[in-house]
Structure formats: C-alpha cells, structure tokens
C-alpha cells in the first residue's frame, strides 16, 4: 500500500468535469445552443437517446457539488468554461449573464479553498459557429482567441491555472472523422483541417492567457493511448506506429516546436504535410506550455487490417483478448500509463505532467443507499501506484485530476455510462458518494 503524502506535500489532488457533461440549463440566462445540443437531438446520436440537460443541474447545484469535492478531500477543482454561455453566437455579443454565472462559480472555489484549474474548450462549441466551418474553417482562431481573452481579462486575476483545450485528437476524429461525436462529420479533409486548426489554436490560446494573466499557469490536454501491435508480424507493428501517430503523437510535437510528425508511406499524415506545406506554420504550432495534462483511459491493441482506409490499422478489442476492461470495454492496464508518462517525458522539453483526468465507468449498484465501486477503488489504487512509480523514477509528476465527481452526460454515451465519484438518480438529482468517494476521502486526509 501506499499513501497520498508519497507524492509530496506540493502534488496537486483534483476532480475534474465539463461544462457540457454537468451543467444543463441550456437555455437559461441567455445561452446560446452548443454543437451537442443540436447533435444530441439527431436520431440514434446518443445512445439512450438522451440531451445534455439536465445532465447533472450543476448550473443551479454547483455550491452543493463544491461541498462534495472539499469534502471528499479535494484541494483542486477543474471544470469548462461553456463558450455558449459567454458568447451565444460564437462571436459578437458577450452574455453578461454567463460571465457572472463563472464569477459565482470561481468565487465558491476560492471560498471553499478548492483552486479553479479551468479549461477554456471541452467540446462545446457555439452552434452557430459550426454553422460556418466549426473547427475545420480557419476563423475558428479569430473565433477561439476572442473568446479566450474575454475569460483571461474576466476571470485572470483569480485563476491562474489555464487549460487552453481538452483531447484535440478526441474532438477532430471523433467529431470530424468517425461521426460519433458532434458535429457528427465524417469527411478526411475536414478532418485534417480541423486538426491543424486545433494544433495551431492550442498554441495561440497559451499565448492569449500568457499575454493577458499574470503569473499564468499554463497547460493544454492529450488523450494518449498505448499502442500495442497483435503479433510481431511487420505488417502489425507497421499498422501499430501508424495508431500510435495518430492517438499520441499529432498534437504534442507540434507544441514542442517538432511540427507534425512523419511517417513513410502513411498517406493520411502526408496529406496533412501537404496543406501543412502551404500553411508553413511550424513555428506558430510551438508553444512552451508550463505544464501538459495526460488523460489515458485505455490501452490498445492493434493488427494490419488493409480495408480499413487511411490507417490500415484495426483493433482487437480487450474483451477478445480476455484482458481486464471496463464497461465500455477499454483495456485497464495501469502500467501502460506509466509507460505513457514515460513517453511523453523522454521527448524533453515537458516540463510538469498532470494527469489532468484518469477513472473508469464499472457498473454500480445502488443497494440500500450504498455503492461499493470496488473495481473503480482497485483501478484508482492501482493507477495511483503506477503514477508514483512514474514519479519516483523522476519523471516529474505534479498532480492527478479523478474523472469525475458526479456521473454525468458522456457524450454520445448518454447516462449509462458513469463515471462519477458520486451517484446521481437523474430524476431527482438526489446525489449518493460511491464507496471509491470515501476511499478518496480517507486516501487524502491521512496525508
Ligand atoms: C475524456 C473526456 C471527458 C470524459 C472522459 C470519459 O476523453 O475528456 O469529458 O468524457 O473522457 O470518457
């Protein structure tokens, strides 16, 4: 066993959750639709067929909700800025009515002696700017600067702790790509549009809140997933490099001033070289973040597969494999986030990692008002173990963020998938702390 106070008095303990997933009042004071409202109401969109509201009320329970996170132990609070609530049409007219619902939220934070880390896009973009190309037209930084300072000079002297984007590769493949998410495209050029968009964004959003907060704490998210190849065949580890490009690698190099990466015969990357070409943009990709968020929620594993276009990659799912998995079947293999600690530290030039989400949606069962998570409390127990190990071999660690205090809205998963700290019975919102609650609970206040 191994207590919280290993990881040093300065380690950083958060919850983590996004505006979108939590919030609900969609059209209250004065916000405008986001792309989720719009997609969720498709057809066959969202699994249960559900809308983000009212998700878990947080817009109205916020205060109660921040209780629950100082309660169980947390110091740091990370939560989205809803881009609809401060600018409904994406660009023009700035809400008054949003700004102060974030003035109240911070305020609450600070009071309660939780630090605001705040992400400025979790995948929520204004409908209206989807209207006009979303993340695949280059106005989207115009668009995204202006609303990024509008939150720093608002809100800059009480956060200092900025997270300019949540998983970039997350948003453009699955919104742009695999039609899953919102806005629900499936087109290659829009795709590579929207990822060069996102990269150069994600460097120009550090920039804004540098030039704007003082004292700015500066950081950006990557999804990041090991990449395992099926056999040792060519074709396999060949078809593994191709995934681990895509997943782990497109947003990060670019950051650290790399450009995009390269890759012999993988068309997909040497048509983004191309547009890149005429873009020239390498040195506008570079930003020196103060610190990166890594959120791994899962191996995976992967065989040369030619019908599948572009990447010639397919997976060979946890559950066929046998290997332990959550509900949603994705590989738990605590190791391998130490493995990606490792990799994104040994590119140098990062300077802090915080695993800036990690959890898992297991079944739960409410019996008589109690929850016993107990494959969420071993998972948390052993992702913990892995990040001190990371730790320890002095790859510099600062903080581990839980996804996420209360079950919430998970995309086009709907409600059925529940990640929370906490359960919430969607109809009464009447909140129950799960058993891994309490064990956070009493794994933070015997620091
Ligand atoms: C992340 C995302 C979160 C949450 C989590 C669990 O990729 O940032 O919003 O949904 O996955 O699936």
Redesign the pocket.
């Known amino acids: 066993m191994f207590t919280a106070a290993e990881f040093g008095n300065d380690f950083l303990w958060g919850v983590a959750m996004?505006a979108l997933?939590n919030e609900g009042a969609p059209d209250t004071d004065g916000r405008g639709p986001s792309i989720w409202d719009s997609f969720s109401k498709l057809r066959g969109k969202i699994k249960d067929n559900s809308k983000p509201w009212p998700a878990c009320d947080f817009y109205y329970r916020y205060k109660d909700d921040l209780m629950l996170a100082k309660g169980l132990g947390f110091t740091i609070f990370r939560f989205s800025i809803s881009w609809s609530r401060i600018l409904p049409e994406g660009t023009g007219r700035v809400n008054k009515e949003g700004i102060a619902f974030y003035h109240k939220l911070i305020d609450e934070c600070l009071l309660l002696g939780l630090t605001p880390y705040v992400t400025l896009y979790?995948?929520d973009l204004p409908q209206a700017l989807e209207k006009e190309g979303g993340w695949a037209s280059y106005h989207i930084l115009k668009w995204f600067g202006r609303f990024v300072t509008i939150c720093t000079e608002e809100y800059g002297d009480k956060v200092k702790d900025w997270i300019v984007l949540?998983?970039p590769m997350?948003f453009t493949s699955l919104g742009y790509m695999l039609g899953k998410h919102a806005p629900g495209k499936k087109n290659l050029n829009l795709f590579l549009s929207a990822i060069h968009n996102a990269a150069l964004a994600q460097a120009e959003g550090g920039r804004i809140v540098r030039s704007i907060v003082s004292k700015a704490h500066i950081g950006t998210t990557f999804?990041c997933s090991e990449v395992m190849p099926y056999t040792n065949k060519p074709a396999d580890v060949a078809a593994a490099r191709r995934v681990d490009i895509l997943l782990n690698r497109m947003f990060i190099e670019p950051a650290l001033g790399r450009g995009y990466p390269q890759e012999e015969g993988f068309i997909l990357l040497d048509k983004l070289h191309m547009q890149n070409k005429a873009w020239k943009y390498t040195d506008r990709l570079k930003f020196d973040f103060d610190f990166i968020g890594i959120?791994n929620?899962f191996a995976i594993t992967v065989r040369h597969s030619p019908i599948i276009p572009y990447v010639h990659a397919s997976e060979i799912k946890a559950i066929t494999r046998k290997v332990p998995h959550t509900a949603l079947g994705w590989e738990v293999n605590a190791e391998s986030l130490y493995r990606m600690l490792k990799k994104f530290w040994l590119y140098g030039g990062v300077k802090e990692i915080i695993i800036s989400?990690g959890?898992a949606y297991f079944k739960d069962k409410l019996v008589n008002g109690v929850i016993n998570d107990i494959e969420r409390i071993q998972y948390f127990n052993d992702y913990l173990q892995a990040a001190l190990k990371a730790k320890k071999k002095g790859i510099n660690v600062k903080g581990y963020f839980a996804?996420?205090l209360t079950d919430n809205f998970?995309?086009n998963e709907g409600y059925k998938a529940r990640?929370g700290l906490v359960h919430v019975d969607f109809k009464t919102q009447l909140r129950t702390i799960k058993n891994s609650g309490y064990w956070w609970r009493n794994f933070l206040i015997h620091k």
Do not use: D, V
Request: hydrophobic share 25%; net charge negative.
């Open positions: 996004s997933q979790h995948w949540n998983e997350g999804s959120q929620y989400e959890g996804w996420t998970e995309w990640f």
